[in-house]
């Protein structure tokens, strides 16, 4: 049986194939379409999977959409009907859209499957689930457990904003909910839009923020924006924020409450601002304890999964496993929106259809989340060519020794191999590396290559045989969700004069033997090499060690700020011609920036909007 899982038309458009259980491919539209986020039909997603499989629409048993359009507008409506008249402006504008587009959702998949197919029986084959079961799906099916409670955590789907399942075999039934306004994703949010930065996807940012900061307002945050609860349950003030009628998603109450108006882009970034920061991340990680400690206590199951937005709050994962109220954790990769999709689709296969799901126990079923397009060698080679590329092709013993060339003289690296990443890290198939014990990586990749703010921290890729000689982990973290503190050894104490220093300030100070990876609080958000899902980056890691001593690289996404992750071969040539990336290695095929064409620079420095 094929199932294709569509998510679409709010944020972070993808589309998913299963084929008899086994996830085939995935993929976001925004790889392809070069659009940060792209919300749109997910055409050249659904594309691509089809491809993948060797198969045609006409081979598709069921199509699944990720979540219930008319439920989302019964949410809507009730929302605008509870605080009317307050909001007219935003109503005005929120429902020519649903009348026009999202209202009628499933004419308009229909109109566009049809174009695949006219002949297809759309009335029995297109199915939709709810927003957080398609979610719940994601985490919990291709996880490696026969059962599991499955917690959801996002800004909010149809009506719930946080919602418990429990897992079994094939079946999967939530059983609590917190519903809208009330929303951890939303209040995580608020401060993302307090701080300047863009909701839906300068999240991040906030967390990684905060280690600069104290978390002075933590007190006032819970006393005066929410209700929490011993088993983590809460509700909102809503006096002091405007997401249910407004434009923004604070109000002027909420600026008084701080003493400071919201953040412009352009502000410089405050000793406050990170203050702010830290406080909400203290805030979230207290929610996130509470809540997985009542889940172990009410249900009994001694494995969790995790997906929604808020999942990829890893610094918090880091702390709910190291709160040890599981034995296990496992973190959908393409925990937002986008993972719906993969939901969608094995909720249909599981639940819809009933048939059986086989666990192991061990490994999941992501394939280390390697499920988008890939590329043969000779493919590689013509389309370099194409592009005005010069390179040499290389063998593989040579391919791993030129690769650790350049890095042990201190060289951005683009590494560009085998099939891409499903979701928002790369995870060394379409990455940037870096020496991280180089004090000056940090900043010469943010500032230089990435075009970012300097702040923003990289993670560690290290071979998991070696991850607990260098952080405080020994479990695994394939898909870069978890933080783990440095290992104590290996870490550099502050002398009294940068203990004093403050803010943006601490970022040249080096901290560890691995500075490069290294954030100001110690910690790093960990990715496990794994020998069985990508043997290329782990040969490549193990060469590094093998010269070095260190089973650790600087792995960073393959793009510059405000660009997707790029796909193919031309997007990876453009990139590298458009920054500081001083060697390229895609396939077999070794590019070094001085011998390419000069004409062939870019600036890509403004190219995309900034995200």
């Given at each position: 049986?094929?199932?294709?899982?569509?998510?679409?038309?709010?944020?972070?458009?993808?589309?998913?194939?299963?084929?008899?259980?086994?996830?085939?491919?995935?993929?976001?539209?925004?790889?392809?379409?070069?659009?940060?986020?792209?919300?749109?039909?997910?055409?050249?997603?659904?594309?691509?999977?089809?491809?993948?499989?060797?198969?045609?629409?006409?081979?598709?048993?069921?199509?699944?959409?990720?979540?219930?359009?008319?439920?989302?507008?019964?949410?809507?409506?009730?929302?605008?009907?509870?605080?009317?008249?307050?909001?007219?402006?935003?109503?005005?504008?929120?429902?020519?859209?649903?009348?026009?587009?999202?209202?009628?959702?499933?004419?308009?998949?229909?109109?566009?499957?049809?174009?695949?197919?006219?002949?297809?029986?759309?009335?029995?084959?297109?199915?939709?689930?709810?927003?957080?079961?398609?979610?719940?799906?994601?985490?919990?099916?291709?996880?490696?457990?026969?059962?599991?409670?499955?917690?959801?955590?996002?800004?909010?789907?149809?009506?719930?904003?946080?919602?418990?399942?429990?897992?079994?075999?094939?079946?999967?039934?939530?059983?609590?909910?917190?519903?809208?306004?009330?929303?951890?994703?939303?209040?995580?949010?608020?401060?993302?839009?307090?701080?300047?930065?863009?909701?839906?996807?300068?999240?991040?940012?906030?967390?990684?923020?905060?280690?600069?900061?104290?978390?002075?307002?933590?007190?006032?945050?819970?006393?005066?924006?929410?209700?929490?609860?011993?088993?983590?349950?809460?509700?909102?003030?809503?006096?002091?924020?405007?997401?249910?009628?407004?434009?923004?998603?604070?109000?002027?109450?909420?600026?008084?409450?701080?003493?400071?108006?919201?953040?412009?882009?352009?502000?410089?970034?405050?000793?406050?601002?990170?203050?702010?920061?830290?406080?909400?991340?203290?805030?979230?990680?207290?929610?996130?304890?509470?809540?997985?400690?009542?889940?172990?206590?009410?249900?009994?199951?001694?494995?969790?999964?995790?997906?929604?937005?808020?999942?990829?709050?890893?610094?918090?994962?880091?702390?709910?496993?190291?709160?040890?109220?599981?034995?296990?954790?496992?973190?959908?990769?393409?925990?937002?929106?986008?993972?719906?999709?993969?939901?969608?689709?094995?909720?249909?296969?599981?639940?819809?259809?009933?048939?059986?799901?086989?666990?192991?126990?061990?490994?999941?079923?992501?394939?280390?989340?390697?499920?988008?397009?890939?590329?043969?060698?000779?493919?590689?080679?013509?389309?370099?060519?194409?592009?005005?590329?010069?390179?040499?092709?290389a063998d593989d013993a040579a391919l791993i020794r030129e690769s650790a060339d350049a890095l042990l003289a201190q060289k951005a690296l683009g590494w560009f191999q085998g099939r891409m990443e499903f979701g928002p890290r790369a995870l060394g198939a379409r990455s940037i590396l870096g020496d991280p014990r180089s004090p000056?990586?940090?900043?010469?990749?943010?500032?230089?290559?990435?075009?970012?703010?300097?702040?923003?921290?990289?993670?560690?890729?290290?071979?998991?045989?070696?991850?607990?000689?260098?952080?405080?982990?020994?479990?695994?973290?394939?898909?870069?969700?978890?933080?783990?503190?440095?290992?104590?050894?290996?870490?550099?104490?502050?002398?009294?004069?940068?203990?004093?220093?403050?803010?943006?300030?601490?970022?040249?100070?080096a901290r560890s033997t691995i500075p490069a990876v290294t954030h100001v609080d110690y910690s790093a958000r960990v990715q496990t090499v794994h020998r069985e899902t990508n043997p290329r980056f782990h040969a490549l890691l193990t060469e590094f060690k093998r010269r070095t001593g260190c089973p650790v690289l600087v792995n960073?996404?393959?793009?510059?700020?405000?660009?997707?992750?790029?796909?193919?071969?031309?997007?990876?040539?453009?990139?590298?011609?458009?920054?500081?990336?001083?060697?390229?290695?895609?396939?077999?095929?070794?590019?070094?920036?001085?011998?390419?064409?000069?004409?062939?620079?870019?600036?890509?420095?403004?190219?995309?909007?900034?995200?």
């Amino acid at each position: 049986m094929r199932v294709i899982g569509i998510s679409a038309f709010y944020h972070d458009a993808a589309a998913a194939l299963v084929c008899d259980g086994e996830i085939v491919a995935a993929a976001q539209e925004e790889r392809f379409t070069r659009r940060k986020h792209d919300s749109g039909f997910p055409r050249h997603a659904l594309d691509y999977c089809l491809a993948q499989a060797g198969v045609t629409l006409a081979d598709i048993d069921l199509v699944a959409f990720y979540d219930k359009p008319f439920l989302k507008f019964e949410r809507l409506l009730e929302t605008y009907l509870a605080f009317a008249p307050r909001g007219f402006e935003s109503f005005r504008m929120a429902i020519p859209v649903w009348l026009r587009e999202k209202l009628f959702l499933k004419d308009l998949l229909r109109n566009r499957l049809k174009e695949y197919r006219p002949d297809y029986d759309w009335e029995e084959r297109l199915i939709f689930s709810e927003h957080h079961l398609s979610h719940a799906g994601s985490a919990f099916y291709p996880s490696p457990f026969e059962s599991a409670a499955v917690l959801t955590l996002d800004g909010v789907g149809e009506w719930a904003t946080s919602s418990l399942a429990l897992g079994r075999g094939n079946k999967l039934e939530v059983i609590k909910e917190i519903h809208f306004p009330h929303s951890l994703g939303l209040l995580y949010s608020a401060f993302t839009y307090y701080t300047g930065f863009k909701v839906n996807s300068g999240e991040y940012k906030l967390m990684g923020l905060a280690p600069y900061g104290e978390p002075r307002y933590t007190q006032l945050i819970l006393e005066n924006l929410i209700d929490l609860r011993e088993d983590g349950s809460f509700r909102l003030n809503l006096d002091y924020f405007n997401y249910c009628v407004g434009l923004t998603m604070t109000n002027r109450r909420f600026d008084r409450l701080f003493g400071q108006s919201p953040r412009t882009p352009e502000q410089l970034l405050t000793g406050f601002h990170m203050d702010i920061a830290a406080s909400i991340q203290r805030v979230t990680e207290e929610i996130m304890l509470r809540m997985t400690r009542a889940v172990a206590r009410e249900t009994g199951e001694r494995n969790l999964c995790l997906a929604g937005g808020v999942a990829l709050n890893c610094v918090a994962n880091g702390k709910v496993l190291r709160d040890g109220k599981f034995e296990n954790i496992w973190i959908q990769p393409a925990a937002g929106d986008a993972g719906g999709s993969v939901g969608a689709a094995l909720c249909a296969y599981h639940l819809y259809k009933g048939e059986p799901r086989c666990a192991d126990g061990s490994r999941d079923a992501m394939k280390g989340s390697y499920l988008g397009p890939g590329f043969g060698q000779r493919d590689i080679e013509d389309r370099l060519r194409a592009a005005g590329a010069r390179f040499t092709v290389a063998d593989d013993a040579a391919l791993i020794r030129e690769s650790a060339d350049a890095l042990l003289a201190q060289k951005a690296l683009g590494w560009f191999q085998g099939r891409m990443e499903f979701g928002p890290r790369a995870l060394g198939a379409r990455s940037i590396l870096g020496d991280p014990r180089s004090p000056s990586m940090q900043k010469t990749l943010n500032l230089r290559v990435k075009y970012r703010e300097s702040f923003r921290p990289f993670a560690p890729a290290v071979t998991r045989e070696d991850v607990g000689d260098w952080f405080e982990l020994d479990a695994d973290s394939p898909y870069m969700l978890i933080v783990a503190g440095v290992r104590p050894e290996l870490r550099r104490p502050m002398t009294r004069e940068e203990e004093q220093l403050f803010g943006i300030d601490k970022l040249n100070v080096a901290r560890s033997t691995i500075p490069a990876v290294t954030h100001v609080d110690y910690s790093a958000r960990v990715q496990t090499v794994h020998r069985e899902t990508n043997p290329r980056f782990h040969a490549l890691l193990t060469e590094f060690k093998r010269r070095t001593g260190c089973p650790v690289l600087v792995n960073t996404s393959f793009n510059v700020r405000g660009e997707p992750i790029v796909c193919t071969p031309e997007d990876a040539f453009r990139c590298f011609m458009g920054s500081d990336v001083e060697v390229l290695i895609i396939g077999n095929c070794v590019l070094r920036k001085e011998h390419q064409d000069p004409a062939l620079q870019l600036d890509y420095k403004h190219a995309f909007e900034l995200d």
